[in-house]
Structure formats: structure tokens, C-alpha cells
């Protein structure tokens, strides 16, 4: 565990792969993750690789390439913004993408 990014808690619970805290590209991305996060804003995993959808890009959640960050609370101007900062900061090996209620990010 990285130690930089809540967990989510809940119900069903977040699930990771055994792999993905051994991976620098994932604490690459947490870490980006949180530099850019809206000023007072601790970014929350919400969805690691518990299997809920079956369509690409979903098939990199299986393999521990892919994480899920919350939005929740935020305006919609912030969220923008924060997508547009990670989606810069971490370039063209990582695939950024507002997804309904989260950010979808997966290592290409
Ligand atoms: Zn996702």
C-alpha cells in the first residue's frame, strides 16, 4: 500500500490485485494523483480489480493496471481540471478518463 491515497470503505470493499503495489508505474500514478488533487481535496481508490464490468478499458482492473479515484464532493470545474492535470503530469503511457462518478486511470 502506498500510504498517499485513502481507500475507500464500504460494503463491497475495494479489491487489488496482489501485483499492483509492486508496480512503479502504479505508485507513479497514485502520486500524481494526489500532487494534483484539488487543494484540500485527499484523493479515495473507489475501484481496484473487483470484476463489476467486463468492456475494455475494464480489462486492465483485472490485472492490477487500472485504478478508480472518487469525485465525490467536487465541483464540476474542479474535476475538469483535476483530469487535465493528471492526463499532462502523466503523460501518454497512462490512459485518463472521467467516468460518470470517478476517474478511470489505467497504465497502457
Ligand atoms: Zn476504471
Known amino acids: 500500500m502506498t500510504g498517499t491515497v485513502q481507500i475507500k470503505r464500504g460494503t463491497r470493499g475495494v479489491v487489488f490485485h ?5 508496480r512503479s508505474e502504479m505508485h507513479r500514478l497514485n502520486l500524481v494523483v494526489k500532487e494534483t488533487a484539488p ?3 485527499d484523493p479515495v481508490i473507489t475501484s481496484g480489480c473487483e470484476g463489476r464490468h467486463s468492456d475494455d478499458p475494464w480489462s486492465k482492473h483485472y490485472t492490477g493496471w487500472a485504478l478508480d479515484y472518487g469525485i465525490h464532493g467536487l465541483t464540476e470545474e474542479d474535476i475538469i481540471n ?12 497512462y490512459y485518463v478518463l472521467l467516468e460518470g462518478n ?4 489505467h497504465v497502457v
Open 18 to 22: 496482489p501485483e499492483t503495489w509492486y
Open 39 to 41: 487543494e484540500g481535496y
Open 82 to 93: 483535476w483530469v487535465d492535470q493528471i492526463k499532462v503530469a502523466l503523460g501518454d503511457k
Open 102 to 105: 470517478h476517474i478511470h486511470t
